[in-house]
């Protein structure tokens, strides 16, 4: 098995972003990809505004900040998973996306390279029967926001090798977070457990149970959550939540599942969450 020094991060939204700054904080070189530079831009401007915030509480020096920063390249071309020995993809969470994605990285990537996908619920064995090396194809599903959570749900895909495990397990540890493993479901199991209550909490408020506040405080000081399920999914992305739930639904064919009508209404009206100013709640 290559040893794991140069990984490639596609899609500089809230996760990718995220995945690409602790890969760099731990010396990894990365090559962060977008369809566009504009998205890079956004991206690379939250990393820095993370990394100054490190060494304003004295955490890192600025030295330490331009370095980790030097760690990363900017790249709009997938051509650049062709010296890479990892790649990571945080792409939205879409199965044809996706697995054309994973088609072209197969085409691309040196054929000892592990191609791995953070999705948050798509099934890992589909993703990788868009490839002619199954056996190389994982799933590193990460923690929102990254550089906090420590978890990395690894999930297994009905081909992944032992060997291709271990080295991702190996690689979560070395960027100082705690790898669960997991069978491939819709869902696994972070989504499948905390999804459902999501969509039960926007069920609360469409049924006028009670105000967005009141359902949040209920989980709060209730639960002792750190936020209520309704800024929670605001925090996700609507959009993003709204697919895990389909995903739920589709993959387990049970109306459990079923996605509250007002989630999809709020989708449509592109009020996504804090990542498009406005959701459950408005952002400034
Ligand atoms: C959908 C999926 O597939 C899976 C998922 O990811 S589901 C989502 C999982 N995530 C959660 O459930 C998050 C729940 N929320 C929380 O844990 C907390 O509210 C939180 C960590 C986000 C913020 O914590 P808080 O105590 O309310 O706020 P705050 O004091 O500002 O932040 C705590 C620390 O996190 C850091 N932080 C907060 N948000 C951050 C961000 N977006 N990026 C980087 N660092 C961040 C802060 O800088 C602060 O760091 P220090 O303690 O080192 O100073
Ligand atoms: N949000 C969360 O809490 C979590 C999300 N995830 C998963 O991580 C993935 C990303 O989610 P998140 O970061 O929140 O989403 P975002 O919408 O913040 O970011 C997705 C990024 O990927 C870009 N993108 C879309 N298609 C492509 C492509 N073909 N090639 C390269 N880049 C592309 C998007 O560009 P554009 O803006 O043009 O669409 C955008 O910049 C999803 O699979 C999601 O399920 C996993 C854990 C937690």
Not at 39 to 48: A, N, Q
Not at 135 to 140: L, Q, T
Not at 268 to 281: D, H, I, S, V
Request: glycine share 8%; hydrophobic share 40%; charged share 25%.
């Amino acid at each position: 098995m290559m040893k794991i020094q140069k990984i490639m991060v596609i899609g500089a939204g809230q996760m990718g972003s995220g995945i690409a700054q602790v890969c760099a904080q731990s010396g990894f070189q990365v090559v962060l990809n977008d369809l566009k530079d504009e998205f890079l831009d956004r991206g690379l401007g939250v990393i820095t505004k993370n990394l100054t915030r490190q060494v304003d509480k004295g955490r890192m020096t600025e030295a330490d900040k331009d370095q980790v920063l030097a760690n990363i390249t900017r790249s709009t071309n997938l051509q650049d998973a062709s010296s890479v020995d990892l790649v990571i993809e945080a792409a939205v969470e879409n199965m044809e996306i996706k697995t054309k994605i994973f088609e072209q990285l197969d085409e691309i990537a040196p054929k000892e390279t592990i191609l791995a996908s953070n999705t948050s619920s798509l099934p890992i064995t589909e993703i990788a029967a868009a490839t002619k090396r199954p056996e190389k194809v994982i799933g590193m599903h990460f923690m929102n926001p990254v550089p906090v959570m420590k978890l990395v749900e690894i999930i297994r895909g009905l081909a992944t090798t032992d060997e291709v495990y271990q080295a991702i397990e190996d690689l979560t540890k070395a960027l100082s977070k705690v790898p669960v493993e997991v069978n491939d479901f819709p869902g696994f199991v972070s989504n499948r457990v905390l999804m459902p209550m999501i969509n039960e909490a926007v069920y609360t408020l469409y049924e006028g149970v009670a105000t967005k506040e009141a359902i949040d405080d209920v989980m709060k000081l209730g639960m002792n959550h750190p936020m209520g399920p309704l800024t929670l999914a605001d925090f996700i992305g609507l959009d993003t939540c709204l697919y895990i739930m389909e995903i739920l639904h589709e993959g387990f064919g049970d109306d459990k599942y079923r996605p509250c009508p007002l989630l999809r209404k709020y989708v449509k009206a592109g009020w996504l969450g804090k990542k498009t100013g406005r959701g459950f709640y408005t952002y400034e």
